[in-house]
């Protein structure tokens, strides 16, 4: 029987079907699926010779497997090269996503410009801008990157040649979304020329041994707009996060074959490019406040402690639900905050509108802020700081739905960090080994007295 030639994919989730729908019903998006030709449908499928056992393939153990050490390639930008576990390898695809006028091209642009001063091959191709255009930009990052080859260029087939032609170490595509294949059907940025086009590039890397950076936007939903494919097909993925209108940027890796996935890097958008934030604690503690509703959250970014300051709004509200609105913290956390501090705190919000925001436009993801949150909210219901002497009051930890304060990994590393800029001692949860300067606490009730009356006790 004859297949259907041509099925319709969702640009969300990649979901296939083989009629139209107004929704997808894989993610359940409206008007993502769009038609595709589907190459060479059903010919020979099925048809297959049975396999022979001369012909196959031979498996061999693990121990015998060759693996040669391979020198990374350092891009000269410290954070970035830690986030991607030291370094560029040679031959891997890096997906570098974010969303428009976060950094992208920038951060690309002086990659490069590093790389190509150590005496490495580069080259950086635009479908976005022109050449002049990435002239001017490169002018405001300083000689190093003015040495870039670039070529201004959308069609994939151009794209490879030059590769194949150049042979550059590494190869900044900008962006995924603009290249197209002529075989494939569908507008620049549909799944299928995404796929295709990361599918060719994947193997003029693997065979030339060129690392290629993939730039690719988002969607205002924060996931990597076109297929998720693409971040299947790539070795690693890395998001550049952070509001436009703020200066500090992170770029986190979701996925990394070659390192860690926890590591965070913060940077900052100065005239000159990005700049690199190596000690943020210092940055935020030093914007930190004094006043009510404000308190210092010592938190975790993979191995690094990174001290980030809490702010809570409470406010009457008008209307029917109040808002809970949260930047920076998970929604979900912060309802349940709040409601942890009706039933176990004595903290009623119910009639509030409740802004949660932290600092400095850096996301936080993980447990340990429940109980910053908390404080915060606290305070700024009842209108008093929580500072002991000069500073902030610091904490840190997990609040359960009893109202109990749990462990949350390193408390050591964030008290030290915390007492490095004299902030110590910091409310937490009782830690296995008795910490120097935390100030641990069984429940949030008990978290809440002490840091109400300023009564912060230092551990034996
Ligand atoms: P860009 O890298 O073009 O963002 P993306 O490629 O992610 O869309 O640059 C983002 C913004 O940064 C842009 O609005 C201009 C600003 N910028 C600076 O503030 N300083 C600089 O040195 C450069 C190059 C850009
Ligand atoms: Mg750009």
Redesign the pocket.
């Known amino acids: 029987m004859a297949r259907s030639k041509t099925r319709h994919v969702c640009s969300q989730c990649g979901h296939e079907a083989l009629a139209w729908t107004g929704k997808c019903p894989g993610c359940g998006e409206w008007n993502t699926l769009q038609q595709e030709t589907h190459p060479a449908a059903g010919r020979g499928a099925g048809r297959r010779a049975a396999p022979s056992a001369a012909a196959a393939p031979r498996s061999v153990p693990l121990r015998e497997v060759a693996a040669p050490e391979v020198a990374r390639l350092e891009t000269g930008i410290g954070e970035l090269d830690r986030v991607l576990g030291g370094g560029i390898v040679p031959g891997s695809m890096v997906l570098l996503g ?1 969303s ?7 951060v690309g642009a002086m990659a490069l410009g590093n790389l190509a001063a150590a005496g490495r091959r580069t080259l950086y191709v635009s479908g976005e801008e022109s050449a002049a255009q990435i002239r001017l ?1 490169a002018e ?2 300083g000689e190093r990157a003015l040495d870039v080859p670039v070529i201004a260029e959308t069609a994939l087939a151009d794209v490879l040649a030059a590769i194949e032609a150049e042979r550059p170490e590494v190869c900044v595509i900008d962006s995924i979304q603009t290249l197209h294949a002529d075989e494939s059907a569908g507008a620049p940025g549909s799944v299928g020329q995404v796929r295709e086009a990361a599918a060719a590039l994947t193997g003029v890397a693997k065979r030339r041994g060129t690392a290629v950076i993939l ?1 690719g936007h988002v969607t205002k939903e924060g996931s990597l707009a076109g297929p998720r494919v693409l971040e299947h097909l790539v070795d690693c993925v890395l998001m ?1 996060e952070g509001e436009r209108e703020r200066s500090y940027r992170t770029v986190r890796a979701l996925k990394n074959r070659f390192g860690a996935t926890s590591e965070v890097a913060v940077f900052e ?5 990005l700049i690199e934030v190596t000690d943020p604690s210092a940055r935020f503690v030093g914007e930190a406040t004094a006043a009510p509703g404000s308190c210092v959250l010592c938190a975790m970014e993979g191995t690094r402690p990174l001290l980030v300051e809490v702010q809570a709004l409470v406010a009457p509200t008008e209307i029917v639900p109040p808002r809970r609105i949260a930047t920076g913290i998970d929604r979900n956390r912060l309802s349940l905050v709040i409601a942890v501090l009706a039933r176990h705190g004595g903290v009623s919000l119910g009639s509030a509108d409740v802004f949660v925001n932290v600092a400095g436009g850096v996301r936080i993801d993980e447990p340990g802020a429940d109980v910053a949150v908390a404080l915060a909210l606290a305070s700024a219901h009842r209108g008093e700081p929580l500072h002991r002497g000069e500073g902030p009051l610091a904490c840190f930890g997990e609040i359960g739905l009893t109202g109990e304060l749990r462990h949350v990994a390193h408390p050591e590393r964030r008290v030290a960090e915390a007492v490095k800029f004299g902030l110590g001692p910091v409310i937490g949860p009782p830690a296995a080994e008795p910490i120097d300067a935390l100030d641990p606490h069984k429940s949030i009730r008990d978290a809440l007295r002490a840091a109400s009356t300023g009564a912060v006790r230092r551990a034996a």
């Open positions: 974010g428009p006028g976060i950094g992208k091209s920038t930009r405001r990052l730039v550049f958008m100065r005239s000159g490019g």
